[in-house]
């Protein structure tokens, strides 16, 4: 596999200075769109400056949760909180990964004991490389698990999240996720997202009627005419917790990176995400390699149990950021490039 499509700091084997280290890597870029329809890429070198802080609790015999975010203080702590009151904790550890962030998002992390890592970078947001270079820390640490943990997920009770981790455990999974649905607005954090920014998500769906529906029940594809020839999506999205087709446990393609339980050391044997998908489409591309390199389908485990993905407040995080650049541009002409000849046979077998 090319460097530009795996994470390189797992090639590396010297001792880190958690204190202030730099990860290195190359990333492919899109340059221009031609009028044929080619596109040109170019070769980034991409600097990431680190500095990491262990929480005293850390027990490498337990999963470890991967939460990436920038600013957005009440969130973190919001998230952090229901952590917490749901008793994850007890059965985690958690590395929050401080992405450039202005607001102090440093002392409420360790003020509640958890792990921090700050990562500084010249290019911008990175969902892949955050979350590649927390998961070569967890490696280093002897963790044995990791969970990718979107900063706006929730768990809805004391018992969902160890049960998926028995689950995962029991099936023998490398790749485990779970059905998501959208919180009822009594605990969504952003009580104004319905009259403020659900316009601009949710054009069809007004007055809150995706309030607790599916926001992912596993994977779908449906093809296109556009750049990809089959487009990943959400299996079912709004529709009811109990539809069959999303109340179930069955074997997928892939499960969304918001919610993802990793056996650590094949996370790290395939590359990791690829840093080169930097906002769109890692969470698929990683576990299509998983498939393709030896038929290691992702779990899905939605069976009458779910986490809640406050999708619509994620949307609208990233500050003064847009979410729709040329980076998530680049993104799908990348997917497209690495999958458009192999996908129809990986996913319908022809």
């Known amino acids: 596999m090319s460097s530009y499509y795996k994470c390189s700091f797992f090639e590396q084997d010297e001792k880190l200075d958690f204190k202030n280290f730099i990860v290195h890597q190359k990333e492919l870029l899109m340059n221009e769109i031609y009028n044929d329809g080619k596109i040109s890429f170019s070769v980034k ?7 990491f802080e262990k929480q005293k609790s850390f027990d490498s015999n337990k999963p470890t949760l991967l939460i990436p975010i920038k600013d957005n203080l009440k969130l973190i702590s919001y998230t952090i909180d229901n952590l917490r009151n749901k008793e994850v904790l007890r059965h985690a550890n958690v590395v929050i990964i401080d992405d450039r962030s202005e607001e102090d998002i440093k002392t409420c992390v360790l003020s509640n004991e958890l792990s921090y890592l700050r990562v500084d970078n010249n290019k911008g947001f990175n969902f892949s490389m955050l979350n590649n270079i927390a998961a070569k820390i967890c490696f280093i640490l002897g963790a044995k698990d990791i969970v990718l943990w979107n900063s706006d997920l929730w768990a809805p009770d004391s018992e969902t999240f160890p049960e998926l981790l028995t689950k995962h ?35 069809n769906l007004m007055n809150g009627k995706w309030r607790e529906t599916v926001q992912f029940g596993g994977d779908l594809w449906t093809p296109v005419s556009g750049v990809m020839k089959l487009a990943p999506g959400h299996n079912k999205r709004f529709s009811r917790k109990d539809n069959p087709l999303v109340n179930c446990n069955k074997g997928v393609h892939f499960v969304t990176g918001a919610f993802q339980i990793w056996d650590l050391l094949f996370f790290i044997s395939i590359g990791g995400l ?32 779910f986490l809640y993905h406050d999708e619509s407040l994620n949307m609208h995080n990233l500050a003064n950021e847009k979410k729709n650049d040329n980076q998530m541009i680049s993104d799908h002409h990348l997917f497209a490039k690495l999958w458009n000849d192999k996908i129809t046979k990986i996913v319908w077998g022809i």
């Open 274 to 305: 690829n840093p080169s998908l930097s906002k769109n489409f890692q969470d698929v591309d990683i576990c299509l390699r998983s498939v393709e390199s030896g038929d290691i389908y992702p779990n899905y485990f939605g069976k009458n149990i």
């Open 169 to 203: 455990k029991q099936a023998g999974s490398k790749i485990s996720g779970t059905k998501l649905l959208y919180p009822p607005l009594s605990i969504s954090l952003d009580k104004t997202i319905d009259t403020k920014n659900i316009k601009k998500t949710f054009p």
């Open 45 to 51: 070198d991409v600097e990431y400056f680190c500095s």
